[in-house]
Nanobody
Framework: QVQPVESGGGLVQAGGSLRLSCAAS????????MGWFRQTPGKEREFVAG????????DYADCVKGRFIISRENAKNTVYLQMNSLKSEDTAVYYC????????????????WGQGTQVTVSS
């Protein structure tokens, strides 16, 4: 079992960068695939990026591909989301989530969630 805790959100101008971190408690972090999701009011939580247990496999939503990078350090029980060339449409609450075995594009398949961190991009 892991408990993710996100940090690093904030206010940034369009074109700028932010790095989100997700620190997960527990001694079994490396057994979990991790995902980043985001949500805006009135909309469903959407997949942003996913990373495999070892970090060797990643995938991204088309809208962030080429701008965002997901990575992890299992020795630190931490997963990151580097966000570059930010746009106003990236404004959302960003969530980190964990699931056993393989990452997934459906939020319903994740078992553990953080509380979220707000990212606001001003145009």
């Amino acid at each position: 079992q892991v408990q993710p805790v996100e940090s690093g959100g904030g206010l940034v101008q369009a074109g700028g960068s932010l790095r989100l971190s997700c620190a997960a408690s527990g001694r079994t972090f490396s057994r979990y695939a991790m995902g980043w999701f985001r949500q805006t009011p009135g909309k469903e939580r959407e997949f942003v990026a996913g990373i495999s247990r070892s970090g060797s496999s990643t995938d991204y939503a088309d809208c962030v591909k080429g701008r965002f990078i997901i990575s992890r350090e299992n020795a630190k029980n931490t997963v990151y989301l580097q966000m570059n060339s930010l746009k106003s449409e990236d404004t959302a609450v960003y969530y980190c989530a964990a699931k056993a075995y393989y990452f997934d594009y459906d939020a319903l398949n994740y078992d553990y969630w953080g509380q979220g961190t707000q990212v606001t991009v001003s145009s």
